[in-house]
């Protein structure tokens, strides 16, 4: 889909507009918005509200054809629910129905006027942001590897949205942002959806020095023997029973000024997690290809801001290996020194995220960063707690992690990929004491997805650090299986948050 922005001719105003297709709102209370009034001339539109053709409920939808003295084709009326406020919520059902209107019109391109800066407490870059995405998720096919594509060749290609004047540079803008948000996505949505045989680290390494080319980030891959001198002795004890060849994908754009402290993104990476040696269960494994989420929600932020050119510096750091168990594996009850020197006793193998993150987290000390992000299918316990709805979100409790939390949470509840924070206390962390090693990496079940995040706090200790557990929102299972794309929205928005506060944060 091409999305582009037309100013409405003062003269002739959306009666002139030359189109396949025009949308205009309508609402719950049988009122038109303006649009659809000016559009309104022989009281079509009044009189398909009245006969109750269409509700006006939010996400109904009327097709009206050759309508007299409209230059456009045909008039899709959209239901936005009431009049007086349209809630966030209303607006994303009427973004979503008309996301599928549109694939299933005969039109080829389509003109929208809706009201877009009357969604309670939110902008028009919000709403056409919201459009963007709803569409682009409409279309988007899991299909690269099917031999029979499905033929899609009706719908809409071309998408305009219609705008005064005054706020057309704006509006531009908004769509530019939406569009390299949805193309993050989509990347971070193919990734996941790849098969561990097709996406294994050395793929993503590829994809990392793709986007490298493409946008001119700085890349460094690091193999094995480099991650041997590196003593990261803890990522290296999960790879060693795969065939696969571990990588370690540093990827830098340094957009904002020299001597400002990057933000550091960090994202987990495992290709396939079997478990290893405490093998998971077979029903659903499957699903265990999507463990490398974390890295392709980094891969997929790189795109957006580099498609972006966003004004900052920031750093993705992607430990990725496969969890397999064999004859050279680790064993529960073996002992590994991790980068930062503190040795841990691995009494199950399948807690293997954290053991390849803490020397991912460790390496990152060396960017003096403002902020360090990981995100990570970390816990099925983060499952339970939060469910599919919100990613959870874990930091240290004081004055700077309060910051960086309330930044997240609101990046998060802009875009709709939202995160729920959970607690780091020293309590928890009391879990982890192994008998033998400076601490174990599991702490039984009670509050798996905080010990998981305790752990990974005892090697933050350098800098300001949040974690996403994404286990629940990276993907959905069942008939509609796939990746989401999140939390790239949330990251992306974070950054460029960041971005507009400009000023250079000093390294914590
Ligand atoms: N990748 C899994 C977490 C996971 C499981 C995410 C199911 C989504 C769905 C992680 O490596 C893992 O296996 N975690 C264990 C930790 C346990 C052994 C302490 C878990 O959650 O069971
Ligand atoms: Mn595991
Ligand atoms: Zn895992």
Request: charged share 25%.
């Amino acid at each position: 889909m091409d999305f582009s922005i037309k100013t409405i001719d003062a003269k002739t105003g959306t009666t002139g507009i030359k189109t396949d297709c025009i949308v205009v709102g309508v609402f719950e209370n049988k009122k038109l918005s303006q649009a659809a009034r000016e559009l309104d001339r022989k009281g079509d539109i009044a009189a398909a509200l009245k006969s109750g053709d269409i509700s006006g409920k939010p996400g109904s939808t009327l097709l009206l054809r050759n309508t007299d003295g409209i230059a456009s084709e045909r008039i899709l009326l959209l239901g936005m629910g009431n009049e007086e406020t349209i809630s966030e919520k209303n607006f994303l059902s009427a973004a979503q129905a008309l996301a599928r209107s549109l694939a299933g019109l005969g039109a080829k391109d389509a003109t929208l006027a809706l009201p877009l800066d009357s969604v309670n407490k939110r902008d028009a870059a919000w709403a056409i942001r919201s459009i963007i995405l709803a569409i682009r998720d409409n279309a988007y096919r899991p299909d690269t590897l099917k031999s029979q594509k499905d033929a899609n060749s009706n719908g809409v290609r071309k998408l305009a949205f219609a705008t005064g004047t005054t706020d057309s540079a704006a509006a531009k803008n908004a769509v530019a942002q939406a569009v390299a948000l949805a193309n993050g996505m989509e990347l971070t949505k193919d990734l996941g959806n790849l098969p561990s045989n097709v996406c294994t680290p050395t793929y993503l390494a590829n994809t990392a020095k793709k986007l490298a080319k493409d946008y001119k980030f700085g890349i460094e891959v690091l193999d094995r023997r480099q991650l041997e001198a590196l003593k990261m002795g803890s990522f290296l004890s999960v790879t060693k029973g795969s065939e696969e060849p571990p990588k370690f994908i540093i990827l830098k754009h340094m957009g904002g000024k020299t001597k400002d402290a990057p933000v550091v993104l960090v994202g987990k990476g495992i290709t396939f997690d079997t478990g290893g040696i405490s093998l998971k269960p077979g029903a659903n494994m499957d699903e265990m290809k999507y463990d490398m989420c974390g890295a392709a929600s980094v891969l997929g932020t790189f795109r957006a801001i580099g498609e972006m050119g966003l004004k900052l510096n920031v750093i993705g750091i992607v430990p990725s290996c496969e969890n397999m168990p064999s004859g050279r594996a680790s064993k529960p009850g073996d002992i590994v020194t991790s980068m930062s020197g503190q040795t841990i006793e691995i009494l199950n193998t399948d807690a293997e995220g954290r053991l390849i993150l803490c020397d991912a987290l460790t390496y990152a000390e060396r960017f003096k960063p403002a902020a360090v992000v990981d995100i990570a299918t970390l816990t099925g316990a983060c499952v339970t707690a939060l469910g599919h709805h919100n990613t959870g979100l874990f930091t240290r409790h004081d004055d700077a992690h309060d910051e960086l939390a309330d930044e997240l949470l609101a990046a998060g509840k802009a875009t709709g990929d939202t995160a729920w924070r959970m607690p780091i206390e020293d309590s928890y962390q009391e879990q982890l004491k192994s008998n033998f090693a400076d601490m174990a990496n599991i702490g039984g079940p009670p509050g798996g997805s905080i010990t998981a995040a305790c752990f990974l706090e005892r090697f933050t200790r350098k800098y300001t650090w949040a974690h996403l557990d994404i286990a629940g929102t990276a993907w959905k299972s069942g008939a509609a299986k796939g990746a989401t794309g999140r939390p790239v929205p949330l990251l992306t928005t974070f950054l460029l948050n960041r971005a507009q506060a400009g000023s250079g944060r000093k390294a914590a």
